[in-house]
């Protein structure tokens, strides 16, 4: 098949030596190779901040494992069918990074990052096996059973032995899988369909469920979205925010839920920071919602107040 040239150009300056400027003309190539187009880029100097960032980035990951650098943080998910107050249904696994000198570094800088080096598999087992043991644990000391997202990065996703490291993960922790939720990116569905068909029907045979995140960001290929299965679509908060006395919008994201339940999918709102998104979207029908206007990702002391509450009313 044809493959597209992809060309860095770099401007020669009298104080870059021979090594330099090679390797900022792959910068240049590399930002290329991203664009997809087969185009050109030209060297941006803020290129070599970045790529030193990442550098950096990339370096310290490797040690902030065994320094206790990353901790896992659980944003709550509100059932938004009951009448009157909001119960809690569950909470939204997310981890974090707290780098001894940038401070906190967020996900959507270093998760890309870790899939690039491939430490995102250390870093999925470790979200994955800490969200769970924190579900039994909560189910333990509060007699509540909760539904745990966990969020899988597309590299992980199609990596081999994705399906047997989760089943482990279930049956050391001692959590329900059926209270085990996987969201993957709706780029992540763009990829191979009849290997992640495959990998789909064995995740559901071992009783988790699975959802597309982030939908209406990407570029999911209608047609195929009804071969996966999927239990259940998250709309991106993109969509949400832009919800507005504008009726466009709204009617994009009431022909996003027909979509969704066309395929046999319950419908997750994310990103709900007002009550004005947050009645659009209970008279639209969404099932689940998340966002800020009900709490931000808390650690573990501050998030268990949840399953000890009734729930959200408006006010709180
Ligand atoms: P995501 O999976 O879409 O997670 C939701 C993101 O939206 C979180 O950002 C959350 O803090 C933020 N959010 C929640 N409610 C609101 C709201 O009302 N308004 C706004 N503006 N934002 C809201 P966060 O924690 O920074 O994570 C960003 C992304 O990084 C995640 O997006 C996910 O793609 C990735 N990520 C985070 N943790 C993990 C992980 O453990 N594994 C993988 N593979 N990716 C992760
Ligand atoms: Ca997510
Ligand atoms: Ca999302």
Redesign the pocket.
């Known amino acids: 098949m044809f493959s597209p040239p992809f060309i860095g150009v770099v401007m020669v300056e009298p104080e870059c030596d021979g090594t330099q400027l090679l390797k900022n003309a792959l910068f240049a190539m590399d930002d290329a190779r991203r664009a997809h187009l087969g185009c050109a880029r030209m060297f941006e100097p803020e290129r070599q901040l970045q790529a030193d960032h990442r550098f950096h980035l990339e370096n310290d990951m490797r040690a902030a494992f065994e320094t206790d650098q990353f901790h896992v943080v659980y944003?709550p998910l509100m059932d938004l069918t009951s009448a009157g107050g909001l119960p809690l249904l569950g909470f939204?696994?997310?981890?974090r990074w707290n780098h001894p000198h940038f401070g906190a570094v967020?996900?959507?800088q270093f998760?890309p990052v870790s899939e690039e080096c491939g430490l995102?598999k250390g870093?999925?087992q470790y979200?994955l096996w800490t969200a769970c043991r924190q579900q039994v644990d909560w189910a333990k000391a509060t007699g509540r059973q909760v539904t745990m997202s966990?969020?899988?990065?597309p590299v992980?996703l199609m990596a081999a032995g994705i399906e047997e490291a989760i089943a482990e993960a279930i049956g050391e922790t001692g959590i329900d899988p059926r209270y085990l939720k996987l969201?993957v990116?709706e780029t992540a569905l763009a990829t191979e369909p009849a290997l992640l068909v495959e990998k789909l029907k064995r995740l559901r045979e071992i009783g988790v469920s699975v959802g597309v995140?982030?939908f209406g960001s990407g570029y999911s290929s209608l047609g195929q979205l009804d071969l996966f299965g999927l239990d259940f679509m998250k709309i991106d908060?993109s969509l949400i925010q832009r919800l507005g006395p504008c009726g466009r919008q709204t009617e994009l994201v009431r022909l996003t839920i027909a979509l969704a339940r066309h395929l046999g999918m319950f419908v997750v709102a994310?990103?709900?920071?007002d009550r004005e998104h947050l009645d659009t979207l209970t008279t639209l029908g969404v099932n689940v919602g998340?966002?800020?206007?009900f709490d931000?990702?808390q650690p573990p002391a501050q998030a268990i107040r949840w399953l000890l509450d009734e729930g959200w009313q408006a006010g709180d």
């Open positions: 944003q939204e696994a997310l981890l967020p996900p959507d998760i995102i870093l999925g979200v966990v969020n899988l990065s992980q969201e990116t995140d982030d908060k994310e990103g709900i920071e998340q966002g800020y206007l931000r990702p």
